[in-house]
């Protein structure tokens, strides 16, 4: 149906904003981008396709393009819990967690507010259960604090995986 809407009146950015969440949804995030970039292209101050086109491009590992992206859809709405949501996740997988953890705090902030409306529903994903870590132990990065890294967690060894190189500053 949303590819009709945008077919009929294809100048809709609103349209074109709905059709790229539809295709982030099933996966087909090049098509996401499309339609996110048309949405833009047709209402460059449409703050909910900027944060939807920024999570696609999060999808697809373009985290500076979808940081940009997400902080200029704060700018333009600042209240929006989920484009501060968003705007964490990519800080998150980028490593930051400090930038990560603000931005989370600002969504749950504005959450708490009633600035999204009145909450529903809430749906909490946090993966499969656990699974004994089967990870090699590698080669520890000069300058690594294993120890600090690993706190209380039990004692094993380093792999990159869980500490990626050049990320935090080893």
């Not at 904003?17 to 209402?43: F, V």
């Not at 086109?53 to 940009?68: E, K, P, T, V, W």
Request: aromatic share 6%; proline share 6%.
């Amino acid at each position: 149906l949303i590819g009709r809407a945008v077919a009929i009146r294809p100048g809709v950015a609103t349209f074109h904003a709905n059709l790229a969440e539809a295709h982030r949804a099933l996966g087909q995030l090049d098509k996401a981008i499309a339609s996110g970039r048309t949405a833009l292209r047709l209402q460059p101050g449409y703050a909910d396709a900027a944060s939807n086109l920024g999570l696609a491009l999060m999808a697809q590992g373009h985290l500076a393009q979808a940081i940009a992206l997400l902080q200029a859809a704060i700018a333009l709405h600042p209240t929006s819990a989920p484009a501060h949501n968003n705007l964490g996740n990519a800080f998150r997988q980028q490593g930051d967690t400090v930038q990560a953890l603000a931005y989370f705090r600002k969504a749950v902030e504005y959450i708490w507010n009633g600035r999204i409306g009145r909450v529903q529903t809430i749906r909490i994903g946090v993966g499969g259960p656990a699974k004994p870590c089967d990870l090699p132990t590698q080669d520890m990065p000069e300058g690594t604090d294993w120890n600090m890294w690993l706190g209380p967690a039990p004692e094993r060894g380093y792999n990159d995986a869980l500490c990626p190189r050049g990320v935090h500053n080893h």
